[in-house]
């Protein structure tokens, strides 16, 4: 079988079940990866058994890495540094892949002269039944940075790309427990090109009670709010990109400190509703620290996550 010169990066907690599927899915591909990296985040299950089981059973190399419980980004940010490999690929330990992914994505990325990152089309399931997604989630192709502003437009566990851009734009923003994936792409779409494979070859499942989107559902547009402060502070964009992320940062303002207001949280809203206006005036630190300790995270000791 061949292989191809790719570092998958799995970060997981507490998805001893869910990350046998999503490895089963790795080592079942038509085109094996070089590595596969599992980064535990604290889990508290067995995983580290799991992992250590397959690695009995596969020539591919497995590297597992536990560390202390602090959120996604930094599980992603430790596999990055371990990848041995020019090209990444990411996988959540609660989706799987169809079996001829790296083979198509992988192929179509390292052809091209134009891209450095790819994304797939996803199948969406939510307790075992499909999903349409909605027009305002299907992925995009080319220059995305307008679409990324919306929402997130790139999933996950559907990026394949060229390890440099990890030098180039640094690496995802552990202060964030939610959304980091949101500010990562936004950063990159500014002056990456997009390859779109349009086809479902990443199977993503919803609808449980430990997934960050589900916890962190309620007030989860603050921390765009806050990559988009930080983008319009610290990031290397242009003067048109200036002004729609300005546009964008405005209305997600208003309607999230309107929100807050309407809902009891006054001193929050009334925070959030100041930087609406002066949003087209010059950002500074002082402005996004304001907003940075809105999403402030949460230590591990305060949260009943186990």
């Known amino acids: 079988m061949t292989s191809a010169e790719l570092s998958v990066i799995i970060p997981t907690y507490n998805r001893e079940r869910l990350l046998d599927r999503a490895l089963c899915s790795v080592l079942s591909q038509t085109v094996r990866p070089r590595e596969i990296i599992v980064v535990d985040d604290g889990s508290a299950d067995a995983t580290k058994n799991l992992v250590n089981?397959?690695?009995?059973?596969?020539?591919?190399?497995?590297?597992?890495?536990?560390?202390?419980?602090?959120?996604p980004a930094s599980a992603r940010n430790r596999g990055i540094e371990l990848a041995s490999f020019p090209v990444l690929a990411f996988l959540d330990s609660d989706d799987h892949w169809h079996r001829k992914k790296i083979e198509i994505q992988y192929q179509q990325l390292v052809s091209s002269s134009q891209h450095r990152i790819s994304h797939t089309g996803e199948k969406w399931l939510r307790r075992g039944k499909h999903l349409n997604q909605k027009d305002i989630h299907k992925p995009a192709d080319g220059h995305i940075y307008e679409s990324c502003l919306r929402l997130c437009c790139v999933g996950m566990s559907t990026v394949m790309m060229n390890r440099s851009l990890c030098d180039e734009h640094d690496l995802f923003d552990e202060y964030l427990r939610c959304?980091?994936?949101?500010?990562?792409?936004?950063?990159?779409?500014?002056?990456?090109?997009?390859l779109l494979i349009d086809a479902p070859l990443t199977i993503k499942e919803g609808g449980r009670?430990?997934?960050?989107?589900?916890?962190?559902?309620?007030g989860m547009d603050r921390y765009r709010i806050y990559a988009l402060v930080k983008l319009l502070v610290h990031g290397n964009i242009t003067t048109g990109q200036q002004i729609l992320a300005r546009d964008m940062l405005v209305k997600k303002c208003e309607i999230y400190g309107t929100g807050c207001c309407k809902h009891g949280r006054n001193d929050e809203g009334?925070?959030?509703?100041?930087?609406?206006?002066t949003a087209y005036k010059r950002l500074t630190d002082e402005h996004l620290e304001t907003i940075k300790e809105l999403v402030r995270p949460v230590p591990l000791s305060e949260k009943n996550l186990h």
């Open 209 to 218: 009670e430990d997934q960050v989107s589900v916890r962190y559902r309620i």
């Open 179 to 194: 959304c980091e994936d949101y500010d990562y792409w936004l950063r990159i779409s500014a002056s990456e090109k997009f």
């Open 53 to 71: 089981g397959f690695k009995n059973r596969t020539e591919v190399a497995i590297h597992y890495f536990r560390q202390v419980n602090k959120g």
């Open 270 to 277: 009334e925070i959030v509703l100041a930087l609406a206006e």
